[in-house]
């Protein structure tokens, strides 16, 4: 005899979704997490968050940014993440009046050293440490960047790299993959899982309860201590740019004890880079222009090269034509 009715209810009530975060070997992690109902919604503060900028929190949302020109907004755990394996999920909302490209510029989630610094790269500081992932909705290279947008980048500095909205942090990007997600009437999530010194990101912006891949880099060192956050920014265009939740959950990973006892907070960000700019041990904190006395001083030795070769071609010139001279006596 086949199972009842409410014996198969009762199996797909119990059965874990696909991508699930609560599946079997992943731990909640209350205290890096956002969830409605947001404590203090309404009064300007969270406990556990600290918000900066325009930012606003309501019963269904924490808005980063309104659809409204040059607006910056941040929101930050207080809490530093010690876990050496751990998954973050995020549903996200990005949606406003601007059509085609007229809209702008995006957000961006982040685990890093600083927090609470409002900045240029999509409301938060350069020169970070740590991890930042963005999903930039504007493209401003338009001839010669081939990447769809919206488009989500990762993105790992130790503090040396400038983030690069001239050329959308092509230069920088580790890896990253087009997600069409803005102004759609569904939900959109992102689920970023770090271990084992492997960052994998995957995206649900299709309305299927699906993870597609987005991005899969082995080689990323992350050190613990840092923060989870996230922020946004708008310039002459805007969009709204809505965190709904933030989940994190540690990941039941079997180290060995040489792993347990190495002081993880000691390690300096760092990602294996292919294609792109590698992290330098010294900051460059901007690309300055040659000076004047630069520029002639590399005239001068370039001038100096060329005469010095001039003579020596002569020279040499002048002894293989005594040489062939020689030969007729």
């Given at each position: 005899m086949g199972p009842s009715l409410m014996q198969l209810l009762l199996l797909l009530l119990l059965r874990p979704c696909a991508g699930d975060p609560g599946e079997l070997g992943e731990h909640y992690k209350r205290e890096h997490s956002l969830v409605k109902p947001y404590q203090g919604a309404g009064s300007g503060s969270m406990a556990l968050w600290d918000m900066a900028g325009s930012t606003m929190v309501t019963s269904q949302y924490v808005r980063l940014t309104p659809d409204q020109q040059s607006k910056q907004g941040a929101l930050w755990n207080r809490v530093p993440c010690y876990l050496l394996d751990w998954e973050l999920h995020v549903q996200f909302k990005v949606h406003g009046h601007g059509k085609k490209n007229l809209h702008g510029d995006g957000l961006a989630l982040w685990y890093t050293m600083d927090r609470m610094q409002l900045g240029s790269v999509f409301g938060s500081r350069d020169f970070f440490r740590g991890l930042g992932i963005f999903i930039d909705t504007y493209a401003n290279n338009l001839k010669d960047d081939t990447r769809v947008f919206p488009y989500i980048s990762v993105m790992v500095n130790n503090g040396s790299l400038r983030y690069?909205?001239?050329?959308?942090?092509?230069?920088?990007?580790?890896?990253?993959c087009a997600a069409a997600l803005r102004n759609v009437n569904h939900d959109t999530f992102l689920s970023v899982r770090y271990s084992a010194q492997r960052l994998t990101i995957k995206v649900d912006v299709d309305d299927k309860g699906e993870w597609r891949d987005c991005v899969d880099v082995p080689g990323v060192r992350l050190p613990t201590g840092y923060y989870f956050g996230a922020s946004s920014a708008t310039g002459d265009l805007?969009?709204?740019?809505?965190?709904?939740?933030?989940?994190?959950?540690?990941?039941?990973?079997?180290?060995?004890?040489?792993?347990?006892?190495?002081?993880?907070?000691?390690?300096?960000?760092?990602?294996?880079?292919?294609?792109?700019?590698?992290?330098?041990?010294?900051?460059?904190?901007?690309?300055?222009?040659?000076?004047?006395?630069?520029?002639?001083?590399?005239v001068f030795f370039g001038l100096i090269g060329i005469v010095i070769c001039a003579v020596v071609a002569v020279i040499v010139l002048q002894k293989r034509q005594e040489q062939s001279r020689k030969r007729f006596y």
């Open positions: 690069e909205h001239e050329k959308d942090g092509s230069s920088t990007e580790v890896a990253g805007s969009d709204n740019h809505d965190i709904v939740s933030m989940k994190v959950y540690e990941l039941s990973v079997e180290h060995t004890l040489e792993e347990m006892q190495f002081d993880w907070s000691s390690v300096e960000p760092s990602a294996e880079f292919p294609h792109h700019a590698r992290l330098s041990d010294e900051p460059s904190y901007r690309n300055e222009p040659l000076s004047g006395i630069k520029v002639f001083l590399l």
